[in-house]
């Protein structure tokens, strides 16, 4: 997966982090899990505050 594969980010950090409420986490913990999906392999400053927002409103509407 690459930073751009939002919706499967999503998908996976749902069901790694069922606890979590995506409403409420910080971009640099979301970044930090992002990196430590096994099928993750990007580049860690490839991502943005616009990738890292888009991971996060894909995780609100997969919990939902």
Do not use: C, N, Y
């Not at 913990?29 to 990007?42: A, G, N, Q, S, T």
Request: aromatic share 8%.
């Amino acid at each position: 997966m690459k930073w751009t594969d939002t919706l499967d980010i999503a998908i996976e950090l749902s069901e790694a982090h069922p606890e979590i409420d995506p409403r409420t986490i910080r971009f640099t913990d979301l970044h930090r899990w992002v990196m430590e999906l096994p099928e993750f392999d990007d580049a860690p400053e490839h991502s943005g505050e616009k990738i890292l927002e888009a991971i996060q409103m894909a995780w609100i509407d997969e919990m939902e």
